[in-house]
């Protein structure tokens, strides 16, 4: 059962669009799987044995430590992302874990040392994972230029736009989300404290702008955003 999931699941990634029915049934070999449920830890950047992910289902936080122990969410990964050590070098100067967010994930796994060599075998793959890491690297670049030059309710309105675009339901003229994230992750995520984004949530409640809620956040108008 797991391989023929396997199987589907990379077939129809963007990806892995340019392999063959026989190259995508190899790789389902090497391809680890797992389902995980809300709150598990699934990823340490410290791990002996470093992998790639491909989220096939659910949503995922990419939680950064400091040297004191302060946590920060670095990312959050939504279906169809890659997590882990995408760089292909095992880091042993960063620490950061992944968390799972909503109520279960489906992902899918390769150890470096595979997926290294499965590029190498396919020139065509390696330029589309180049271009598809490229393109992630430039996201967070420009999530943390916004940070610098942004002020916290901009930095929030900017989140939930980019957040609705991505996985929000249009419904007549309002948009809906599904809210798998704290007030507390989102104030990390957007660089603030948890009380300013908390009053800045209830300030855009009391105006209107949205209807709040810890399953789903409705945005009325987001052109307003």
């Not at 990390?188 to 855009?204: D, G, K, V």
């Amino acid at each position: 059962m797991y391989e023929d999931l396997k199987y589907w699941y990379l077939r129809d990634h963007k990806l892995f669009r340019t392999l063959s029915f026989g190259q995508i049934r190899q790789l389902c070999i090497i391809t680890g799987f797992k389902k995980a449920k809300k709150g598990e830890i699934i990823y340490f950047s410290s791990s002996d044995l470093p992998r790639i992910f491909l989220l096939k289902k659910g949503n995922i936080k990419i939680v950064a430590v400091d040297e004191d122990g302060n946590e920060t969410i670095k990312d959050i990964i939504q279906k169809g992302d890659l997590f882990g050590e995408l760089t292909l070098e095992a880091d042993s100067q960063s620490n950061e874990y992944a968390k799972v967010l909503s109520n279960d994930v489906a992902i899918c796994s390769f150890l470096m040392s595979d997926f290294e060599d499965l590029l190498l075998r396919n020139p065509s793959l390696a330029l589309s994972y180049t271009k598809f890491v490229g393109l992630k690297m430039k996201r967070i670049k420009n999530s943390y230029s916004n940070l610098i030059s942004k002020d916290a309710k901009t930095r929030l309105f900017q989140f939930l736009k980019d957040w609705a675009e991505k996985e929000g339901k249009k419904i007549e003229d309002k948009v809906v989300i599904e809210n798998y994230l704290t007030q507390n992750d989102i104030a990390q995520i957007i660089c603030t404290s948890r009380q300013t984004a908390t009053q800045l949530l209830n300030e855009m409640e009391t105006n209107g702008t949205i209807i709040y809620s810890r399953k789903e956040i409705i945005i009325r108008d987001i052109s307003k955003l």
